[in-house]
């Protein structure tokens, strides 16, 4: 009888070792399963989300195209007065989520296709030419890097500087500051720099384009880029627009003009506009530069547009030397170097050529392996640069024309 019970006894603890790891088996795979279960929430959850992004891009590639317009005129009772761009104006509701400060003539807007209700107001667009233009929000350029222009530099300070720092100075006197200054004078006495040093000196915007740039193929986008270089300047006031080479698209209107000249003429017209404008006291200034002031239509120089006509010359022996003293002052240069025999003999030698001249006896330094730059590559730098016919044109061969 001991031995059933035994018998019994070891057949019981197998089947309670069997049950034990039967649960244990269960036991890991309700662990798997509930891995599982997460890991498919998190994937449903994903899912969700893609379809959610999916269908809202869908429904907008399905919404209709927007039509573009310009907003004219704000009614009492909430509607405004479209022109959209197919041509007609129209009186159209506007959306709930349209800001109501936002909505001012002349602003760009979006309206609906079928509904022409105002949409949204877009951001006013500029020309590639113009946003590409040279804008320098504080130029590192001051007035001690111009020799030989004191008298000159005075006289863009009193028309430019003192408007824009101190207009009360001209309301206590009773007058109105000049609106525009032309700086005229041969290619490389410092026009360009004394536009950036008053830049500098005034913490304006300097917004620097070439007048070629305003002459475009088609009709009306010079005059377009005009004003859309005046609106630029306003949006960064205070600032400074500097057009260099004005001549070329401020030239004399003449009768016989081929659609080309007519072309230009009309962007004249335009700047002509936009200099009429805007007020002498305002943060906006205008700059032009020319070398060839006798071609200028006397529209643009007459008073109250370039009001101030400022003439800058090759500079004198003293102004040379003020220059030299600029451009070698970070350079290593010897004791037989004399600066005011150099200032003496590049007689008719601008701005420009000076820097070149120090530049080229640098570089003749550098050639010969040496770090300190002598009196003789001075020499070499300046005949170099003034008697290699740099700007000069040469004679015709006589057996050309026969």
Not at 258 to 273: I, P
Not at 307 to 334: A, C
Request: net charge negative; with cysteine; proline share 5%.
């Amino acid at each position: 009888m001991a031995d059933d019970i035994n018998g019994q006894t070891e057949e019981l603890t197998a089947k309670i070792i069997s049950l034990e790891e039967r649960n244990v088996r269960l036991m890991e795979d309700l662990q798997k399963a509930e891995t599982e279960k997460r890991y498919s929430e998190s994937e449903l959850f994903r899912l969700q989300k893609d379809l959610t992004r999916v269908r809202t891009e869908l429904e907008r590639l399905r919404s209709p195209p927007l039509i573009i317009g310009s907003l004219k005129d704000v009614l009492p009772d909430g509607k405004v007065v479209v022109k959209s761009s197919t041509g007609p104006d129209f009186i159209v509701s506007v959306s709930e989520y349209v800001p109501k400060a936002d909505l001012l003539p002349g602003v760009r807007v979006s309206l609906n296709k079928q509904t022409l209700a105002l949409m949204n107001v877009l951001p006013s667009s500029l020309d590639p030419v113009i946003t590409g233009a040279e804008i320098i929000d504080k130029p590192h350029i001051s007035y001690e890097d111009i020799g030989g222009l004191s008298n000159e530099i005075l006289e863009l300070r009193e028309a430019v500087e003192d408007p824009l720092l101190r207009p009360e100075l001209y309301a206590k006197v009773g007058i109105e500051p000049p609106k525009g200054v032309l700086l005229v004078g041969p290619p490389g006495t410092g026009k360009t720099l004394m536009a950036k040093a008053v830049a500098s000196a005034t913490n304006a915007s300097f917004i620097r384009l070439v007048g070629s740039e305003l002459v475009q193929k088609y009709i009306g986008e010079g005059a377009r880029l005009v004003r859309e270089l005046f609106e630029l300047a306003r949006t960064k006031a205070p600032s400074i627009i500097f057009i260099d080479e004005l001549d070329s698209v401020g030239a004399k209107r003449l009768d016989s003009a081929t659609s080309g000249d007519r072309e230009v003429q009309r962007t004249l017209m335009q700047l002509l506009a936009e200099l009429d404008g805007f007020t002498p006291t305002g943060d906006v200034k205008i700059i032009g530069a020319t070398n060839r002031p006798d071609i200028l239509d006397d529209a643009l120089l007459r008073p109250g547009r370039f009001d101030r006509i400022i003439d800058i010359g090759l500079p004198d022996t003293e102004g040379r030397l003020q220059i030299f003293k600029i451009h070698t002052s970070h350079m290593n240069i010897g004791d037989d170097v004399d600066l005011k025999v150099l200032a003496d003999i590049t007689d008719t030698a601008s701005g420009a050529e000076i820097k070149s001249i120090c530049t080229e006896a640098g570089m003749l330094t550098i050639r010969d392996s040496r770090d300190t730059v002598t009196m003789s590559d001075f020499m070499r730098g300046k005949e170099k640069v003034m008697e290699a016919g740099r700007n000069k044109i040469k004679a015709a061969p006589a057996y050309m024309f026969g």
